[in-house]
């Protein structure tokens, strides 16, 4: 059984670009999230999805947008980069979204807006 | 909206000593409550966690019990190692939503 993985792992942008990041979930998983860790920081939540569907938004504008695709592997794309969207992009994947499930996390992906 | 509170990093333990890191929490519905772990340069990964109250997570010595009059759950471990370092995330979880995170406790053992 393999894990959440994420891609790439590290990416530098220039302020304006946009970027998408991409994850696969666990297997079996149906359930997807997002979370933006900024340095020193707990993670803050992005997005959700729950079979194709976004289930669940964080405080996080509009130019964060994301798919998940029928094999449950899920992309975070984020437009006009800012500076203050550098951060570690956590991909998580669960078997449900009921209180108890715990989600797995994947590595990563660090990403510096310059 | 729901929270998590955690006590202020970093902490700084001498190898086998006793670890406590505090966590209270708000929510208005009834959370299941978790501990997560981050080594340098890697994702969260689950170190325990408890779904009602009075319940007691526990892994490789770590263990939490939901207190729901508190509204807490300490991680607690007797005998901390090196291999223990790392940064702590205090979590829950409400039915249908996503995980709201503490802002994290760093610990360092020294050997």
């Known amino acids: 059984e393999t894990g959440v993985t994420q891609s790439p792992t590290h990416l530098i942008k220039t302020r304006g670009q946009q970027v998408t990041l991409r994850c696969s979930s666990q297997?079996?998983?149906?359930?997807v999230s997002w979370y933006q860790q900024a340095l020193g920081q707990g993670p803050q939540f992005i997005f959700q999805y729950y079979r194709e569907e976004e289930n669940g938004r964080g405080n996080f504008p509009p130019r964060f947008s994301g798919l998940q695709f029928p094999n449950y592997s899920s992309e975070l794309n984020v437009n006009a980069l800012e500076l203050d969207d550098s951060a570690l992009y956590l991909c998580a994947s669960s078997l449900d979204w009921a209180a108890s499930t715990e989600a797995f996390f994947g590595q990563g992906t660090r990403l510096t807006v310059v | 909206g729901d929270s998590v509170t955690q006590m202020e990093g970093p902490v700084t333990l001498s190898e086998e000593a006793f670890l406590t890191i505090n966590c209270t929490y708000t929510?208005?519905?009834?959370?299941?409550l978790f501990w997560y772990v981050q080594y340098p340069g890697e994702g969260l990964q689950l170190l325990l966690k408890a779904t009602k109250a009075d319940d007691k997570g526990s892994n490789k010595g770590f263990e939490a019990t939901y207190r729901k009059e508190t509204t807490s759950f300490h991680l607690e471990k007797g005998s901390v190692q090196v291999s223990d370092s790392a940064v702590y995330f205090c979590?829950?979880?409400?039915?249908?939503?996503?995980?709201?995170f503490g802002p994290g406790t760093r610990l360092s053992v020294l050997p």
């Open positions: 929510a208005t519905g009834y959370p299941s």
């Open positions: 297997s079996g998983h149906n359930t």
């Open positions: 979590a829950l979880r409400a039915g249908g939503q996503n995980f709201v």
